[in-house]
């Protein structure tokens, strides 16, 4: 296994781990756009010290287990000669698209091991060369979850206990979110910027706020998932609100999530189910 900085030319990796095979082709369509937005935003947050780490190895003709998909042949995995088993995705604290604040660290943007890769040191490769890159910036911090799930399946999100292993440290909470610091010298935990609410609410009509970003190519399955399945609701108001820009979320206190007459509910990306849950108790 190799752990390496992806470069600008190499940016197929980042598609194929973010749109592995597990992903059907009914929601890889709804995803096409949020994934070219992808792209475009990390050619420009290049400029400003992003960087994504990439798990390798030579691919093989061995057969492999995928879950979610079935058997399939290593080597048919295989990107720009190589097999990606996962990413891990940082930036400097100060433009991280996440409602947080906070100086002399590095931000955990994203991680994500394909699950033929699960439970044989992936993740503990990358989150260990994740820690030497910090180590300059004075601290790594990243947002975690107690409890949460991806996407009605039955993987945790980003859990909290995990990154504990290593030695980050709670330094604020918001609900199931747990932000999270690794002191490697700077003594400068991040703190959470508190989500603000509005009266927005008028007469017979409800008002949705979605707010995403490009940061994760899953904001554009939760924005269509949210299109479709409101031609029901004609009296709900859609607001989509991009968070590309960090003044947005310094605005509301929110980068990915929903808010329904003006009262944050959701603070992350979230299912139409879940959703839905939220829009059948206010009506």
């Not at 943007?109 to 989150?127: E, Q, S």
């Not at 790594?140 to 039955?154: E, L, M, N």
């Not at 995990?162 to 991040?190: A, H, M, W």
Request: charged share 25%; glycine share 6%.
């Amino acid at each position: 296994m190799k752990i390496q900085v992806v470069n600008i030319d190499e940016l197929d990796y980042i598609s194929s781990i973010c749109l592995d095979p597990s992903v059907d082709k009914k929601t890889r369509n709804l995803m096409e756009n949020g994934m070219d937005d992808r792209i475009n935003w990390i050619k420009k947050m290049k400029l400003k010290e992003l960087e994504i780490l990439v798990a390798t190895e030579k691919p093989t003709e061995e057969i492999i287990q995928y879950k979610w998909v079935g058997k399939i042949q290593h080597s048919d995995l295989a990107i720009i000669n190589n097999v990606p088993m996962g990413l891990l995705e940082y930036v400097p604290v100060e433009y991280a698209l996440e409602p947080i604040i906070g100086k002399n660290s590095l931000f955990i943007n994203c991680m994500w091991i394909l699950p033929p890769f699960w439970k044989i040191g992936v993740a503990t490769a990358l989150i260990n060369e994740f820690i030497n890159k910090a180590k300059k910036y004075g601290g790594g911090c990243v947002i975690a979850y107690d409890g949460d799930k991806w996407f009605d399946t039955s993987i945790k999100y980003m859990p909290s206990s995990y990154f504990k292993q290593f030695g980050f440290k709670e330094v604020d909470k918001e609900g199931t979110r747990i932000l999270l610091f690794l002191d490697l010298g700077s003594n400068s935990p991040p703190k959470f910027i508190p989500s603000k609410s509005e009266n927005v609410s008028k007469k017979n009509l409800l008002t949705l706020d979605l707010f995403y970003n490009s940061q994760c190519p899953w904001s554009w399955f939760m924005i269509n998932s949210v299109k479709n399945n409101l031609k029901r609701y004609p009296n709900i108001n859609l607001n989509l609100i991009n968070t590309d820009d960090r003044k947005i979320i310094e605005k509301y206190g929110i980068s990915r999530g929903i808010r329904i007459n003006g009262k944050p509910v959701i603070k992350r990306m979230a299912t139409w189910n879940e959703i839905k849950y939220e829009i059948d108790k206010v009506l």
